[in-house]
């Protein structure tokens, strides 16, 4: 073996080597860290001695590096076999665990190596006679129910669940795809007014929920009460949701709309798990209640339930950001969003949730004189989130079962790739990325921070396939780009979503900010706007000088079944969109709008006459560089 030349003392390499082999004979062979299901965490980190948990191995490459080791020399490899990792907290990673353009430092899954945030639900048995009182009568005997895994010291409470692999319905008044439109909103007593629901003692739903479609978004509301009137019933909410849905202007149901009133539908409720697939948990005693699909065999099914909401926190800093790491070929599964449960749940656009929102009585702010309301949002959940970073990739993974965002470059993230990945069974936006300033700052004041740093910058996305996203939060998008400049979206496939396919920019205004330089080319998009509509299979806001959006194909644009009207197009410039070169993107028809768009955009051949080779270069790519979509 070629020599390699080091600055540690002979004795304190002797020693911490030492250290290293203590419970093991074998020695660590240089660079590379092995981590297997069946390891101990007290072994050296060789093929035939492995660790046992992710956070180990990063633990050890960080002293190789921290201590000057030859084997950090050329670069570490942490080497995932085959099996589940699960997690009983975040992985931590920090600007310590550091690689160089020299020396970078990868997480490889070698076969399918799971990093999991779920907990098996065991001990199913059915329902005993005389349990359960409002259970419906016509499944008693069908319905299972275990107790919820305990983690801490607590019951374990959760908003998702999956059964041999498959996602489970919370107990819902309706079939999947079917809602039903309320009769009154009333934003002074802070009421909606529905059809009376069939449910027995509606005092005694005390979890109920109500899921209300309001144009682009959605809005998850605890129910307070219910005061049945005769064949309508008065829904009043917990706070603070109640508060916030009331008050926010954009969006809200609407009543009278081209096509009727909007659309709810109520949800976890024992008394309305009638459905095969369907489930509900009790508080405080915790029991899960699972209808069987056919063919389920319940003492002999994979449940499982998502302990953690986050599975990894990449977190560096301006001064001291994390670097050159790469994480490849592995899967990122169960991953809970709970907040919903404890606060409901009224966002503005893109899943950004309301933190405050109200109309302005006399309108106009100094940077945007027609504002007629105010809004202050916080950003989602997110499985992996990524700030203060540059260098960082993740390529050949897979993001699924997933509660809320997949993976966030949230901020001051630079350099960036996430490459031939798949997203999908993701409840919220499969990929985030870029500042939506959150907190204190209005989101309708543009966003330009003293230290451009804080923006992200050279993100690129390519050739991902995403698709059934966004099956919890309706208003999530299948990638969405807020403040960042020079991102690269290109090759993506992009399907099965509920609102907007691609959505670059936020604030909503004419003035210069960040963005800039952004290219959405060659990606195929298809099977949007499903349930929400304002929608776009690509979606731009406010002013991007230097962005193109070129060679995209789009197409199956879903009529939304609970709109109000017909607002949803291949192609939206949402309000104060300008700066971008629109070239070449084939969809069936020119369906395109905009709202207040600025001058400076070009528009050239979109629609149906572009030519056939530009349309069938866009969406993923084989590794020879080919397109890899069925189409």
Not at 103 to 118: H, L, N
Not at 450 to 467: M, P, Q, Y
Not at 533 to 554: E, K, V
Not at 562 to 572: G, K, L, Q
Request: glycine letters at 8%; charged letters at 20%.
């Amino acid at each position: 073996m070629k020599s390699r030349k080091h600055n540690i003392p002979i004795m304190k390499r002797f020693f911490y080597m030492l250290a290293l082999c203590l419970s093991c004979s074998s020695v660590a062979q240089a660079g590379d860290i092995w981590v297997s299901p069946a390891g101990n965490d007290n072994h050296s980190g060789t093929r035939e001695a492995p660790l046992s948990t992710v956070a180990q191995a990063v633990k050890q490459a960080r002293e190789w590096r921290r201590l000057r080791m030859p084997e950090a020399e050329g670069g570490i490899c942490i080497h995932l076999a085959e099996g589940v990792y699960p997690q009983s907290e975040p992985l931590f990673i920090r600007p310590e665990d550091s690689g160089t353009a020299d020396s970078p430092t990868i997480v490889r899954g070698e076969g399918d190596a799971v990093i999991s945030g779920g907990v098996r639900v065991e001990d199913w048995r059915p329902v005993a006679a005389g349990e359960a009182a409002r259970l419906p009568l016509a499944v008693r005997g069908k319905v299972w129910v275990a107790d919820a895994p305990v983690v801490g010291n607590r019951h374990l409470e959760f908003r998702q669940f999956w059964v041999n692999g498959r996602k489970a319905q919370r107990a819902s008044q309706f079939a999947d795809g079917v809602m039903e439109r309320m009769y009154a909103f009333d934003p002074v007593r802070e009421t909606i007014t529905i059809p009376t629901p069939d449910l027995p003692d509606p005092s005694a739903a005390d979890q109920l929920e109500m899921l209300v479609h309001q144009r682009w978004a959605i809005a998850i509301l605890r129910v307070r009460s219910l005061d049945v009137q005769g064949d309508s019933t008065i829904v009043r909410f917990h706070n603070p949701e109640s508060r916030l849905e009331f008050a926010h202007p954009w969006p809200q149901p609407v009543i009278g709309g081209e096509k009727g009133n909007s659309s709810f539908c109520l949800v976890n409720d024992l008394a309305l798990l009638d459905e095969p697939g369907e489930w509900f948990q009790a508080y405080p005693s915790g029991k899960i209640y699972y209808y069987p699909r056919p063919g389920e065999d319940m003492t002999r099914v994979a449940a499982v339930a998502p302990a953690l909401e986050s599975l990894m926190r990449v977190d560096g800093s301006l001064e001291r950001p994390v670097h050159h790491l790469t994480f490849e070929n592995i899967r990122f599964e169960h991953t809970a969003w709970n907040r919903p449960s404890r606060e409901g749940h009224v966002t503005l656009q893109g899943g950004l949730r309301l933190l405050d929102a109200y109309k302005l009585a006399v309108p106009g702010l100094p940077e945007k004189a027609s504002l007629e309301n105010q809004a202050w949002v916080a950003r989602p959940e997110a499985a992996i989130r990524v700030r203060g970073a540059h260098n960082i990739r993740f390529e050949r993974c897979t993001f699924r079962h997933l509660g809320a965002t997949g993976l966030d470059y949230e901020w001051a993230v630079h350099h960036s790739s996430v490459s031939q990945s798949l997203f999908t069974d993701i409840g919220g936006t499969a990929l985030l990325m870029g500042a939506f300033p959150d907190g204190g700052f209005e989101t309708h004041v543009p966003f330009k921070p003293v230290n451009a740093d804080e923006l992200c910058s050279h993100l690129t996305v390519t050739d991902n396939l995403i698709t059934e996203v966004t099956n919890e939060d309706w208003g999530c998008v299948g990638i969405g780009a807020g403040y960042v400049s020079d991102a690269v979206i290109a090759h993506n496939e992009v399907s099965h979503v509920n609102y907007s396919g691609i959505c670059v920019g936020w604030g909503w205004t004419l003035r210069e900010s960040g963005m800039k330089n952004n290219l959405v080319e060659n990606n195929y998009v298809h099977h949007f706007a499903r349930r929400l509509y304002d929608a776009g299979g690509l979606y731009t806001l406010s002013y991007q000088p230097g962005s193109r959006m070129c060679g995209n194909r789009i197409e199956h644009l879903t009529d939304a079944p609970y709109a109000t009207n017909d607002r949803a197009f291949y192609i939206y410039f949402d309000e104060a969109t300008d700066g971008y070169t629109v070239a070449d993107n084939w969809c069936p028809e020119e369906r395109f709008d905009s709202n207040q768009p600025g001058p400076h955009n070009v528009w050239k051949t979109n629609g149906p006459s572009v030519d056939e080779g530009i349309k069938m270069k866009a969406g993923r790519r084989t590794s020879a560089g080919t397109p890899a979509t069925t189409r």
